[in-house]
T-cell receptor, first 116, second 116 residues
Framework: GAVVSQHPSWVICKSGTSVKIECRSL??????MFWYRQFPKQSLMLMAT?????????EQGVEKDKFLINHASLTLSTLTVTSAHPEDSSFYICSARNPQGVTEAFFGQGTRLTVV | AQSVTQPDIHITVSEGASLELRCNYS??????LFWYVQSPGQGLQLLLKYFSGDTLVQGIKGFEAEFKRSQSSFNLRKPSVHWSDAAEYFC??????????????FGKGTKLSVKP
């Protein structure tokens, strides 16, 4: 089946620094990818929809200047958490849907971000 | 607004016993429904999905789910639980899935513990 790879699996960074998370579709082209955030013992909340070649669409309450999304190619979307703070510590997961008639979304393995 | 409710936060069953995880949804159109499983610190694995047709869908690992439109439910079942089934289970509805969207709305999840 289709594979979505997310990197890194975990990262620890200092407060005030920026962290980039990559999401790659390995065997299909994804014009749209999705970024979710999951707080401990909580559900996944959609943060933004990443569109190849255009600006991302952010959900209400998500700061676009803090969570920069770039979808520069059909197989790669990146999420950059800028000026990270401890409250940004969370589990971030991306997903992509193969537009060629496949109706399920494939998820990356997630990135555990810890800001100290 | 679309929403997914998983009434049970935590369920404990004995190994070999049957399992039913509840999911209710609120969605204006024909729902695209999913069940995912998440092991600690991991991404999401699709167990099964419902788009149309037979309301009883079979998934991987011996799971099945039944779509009941009259009850707005999509409960997950397994006749005999194995210790390896211990994980977090998420029900999700595809928001605008038939189009170019593909993002999912998740329930809060049900944590399954399995007693030996």
């Amino acid at each position: 089946g289709a594979v979505v790879s997310q990197h890194p699996s975990w990262v620890i960074c200092k407060s005030g620094t920026s962290v980039k998370i990559e999401c790659r579709s390995l065997d299909f082209q994804a014009t749209t990818m999705f970024w979710y955030r999951q707080f401990p013992k909580q559900s996944l909340m959609l943060m933004a929809t990443s569109n190849e070649g255009s600006k991302a669409t952010y959900e209400q309450g998500v700061e676009k200047d803090k969570f920069l999304i770039n979808h520069a190619s059909l197989t790669l979307s990146t999420l950059t958490v800028t000026s990270a703070h401890p409250e940004d510590s969370s589990f971030y997961i991306c997903s992509a849907r193969n537009p060629q008639g496949v109706t399920e979304a494939f998820f990356g393995q997630g990135t555990r971000l810890t800001v100290v | 607004a679309q929403s997914v409710t998983q009434p049970d936060i935590h369920i404990t069953v004995s190994e070999g016993a049957s399992l039913e995880l509840r999911c209710n949804y609120s969605y204006g159109a024909t729902p695209y429904l999913f069940w995912y499983v998440q092991s600690p610190g991991q991404g999401l694995q699709l167990l099964l999905k419902y788009f149309s047709g037979d309301t009883l869908v079979q998934g991987i690992k011996g799971f099945e789910a039944e779509f009941k439109r009259s009850q707005s439910s999509f409960n997950l079942r397994k006749p005999s639980v194995h210790w390896s089934d211990a994980a977090e289970y998420f029900c999700a509805v595809g928001a605008g899935y038939g189009g170019s969207q593909g993002n999912l709305i998740f329930g809060k999840g049900t944590k399954l513990s399995v007693k030996p």
